[in-house]
């Protein structure tokens, strides 16, 4: 069987999952806020760039779809790859798609080199198109309560992410 790269980057993350790296975070309410504090329980993330005209929209989309079935206890995490993307921004795309902290967090990463560690270990890869946008790989990322990475969906498999949540470790 052959696999794309995506297929087969989807299949070794959830054969061995992988703890990303504890970054620190803002969000859309300027709060300050490390990646680990969402330790203890599973989150359902998204890679986004908030002035993204195609894949995001489907990502927000799918994500707006979850926030009205998941329990309080999963919390929504809109991640921003794009270092122009302050609170302002990130809550302009937070009321855009109805994202309300704390359940829904639209942050981004102010350090440069953990923002680049955090996508390599995740697999995302960013590619500047020229003209102030990116070429990116977009999925619905399941991080298990012990803050490791241990599934990717795609941005419509909403019904994935419910099942799989079934049987993650919290």
């Given at each position: 069987?052959?696999?794309?790269?995506?297929?087969?980057?989807?299949?070794?993350?959830?054969?061995?999952?992988?703890?990303?790296?504890?970054?620190?975070?803002?969000?859309?309410?300027?709060?300050?806020?490390?990646?680990?504090?969402?330790?203890?329980?599973?989150?359902?993330?998204?890679?986004?760039?908030?002035?993204?005209?195609?894949?995001?929209?489907?990502?927000?989309?799918?994500?707006?779809?979850?926030?009205?079935?998941?329990?309080?206890?999963?919390?929504?995490?809109?991640?921003?790859?794009?270092?122009?993307?302050?609170?302002?921004?990130?809550?302009?795309?937070?009321?855009?798609?109805?994202?309300?902290?704390?359940?829904?967090?639209?942050?981004?990463?102010?350090?440069?080199?953990?923002?680049?560690?955090?996508?390599?270990?995740?697999?995302?890869?960013?590619?500047?198109?020229?003209?102030?946008?990116?070429?990116?790989?977009?999925?619905?990322y399941l991080i298990d309560g012990k803050g490791r990475l241990s599934r990717v969906f795609d941005p419509e498999d909403t019904n994935g992410v419910l099942d799989a949540l079934l049987f993650i470790e919290g």
């Open positions: 069987m052959a696999l794309t790269s995506e297929a087969a980057r989807r299949l070794d993350i959830a054969a061995a999952p992988r703890v990303l790296p504890d970054v620190p975070l803002y969000d859309q309410t300027s709060a300050k806020l490390q990646l680990s504090d969402y330790r203890g329980a599973p989150v359902v993330l998204e890679f986004i760039y908030t002035t993204c005209p195609d894949v995001c929209l489907t990502l927000g989309t799918a994500f707006e779809r979850l926030d009205a079935v998941l329990p309080p206890g999963v919390p929504l995490l809109s991640l921003s790859f794009d270092p122009a993307d302050g609170p302002r921004r990130l809550g302009w795309f937070a009321n855009r798609h109805g994202a309300e902290a704390p359940h829904w967090r639209v942050a981004g990463v102010e350090d440069p080199k953990a923002r680049a560690a955090l996508l390599e270990r995740a697999g995302v890869v960013v590619i500047p198109d020229g003209a102030g946008g990116f070429v990116h790989n977009a999925g619905l």
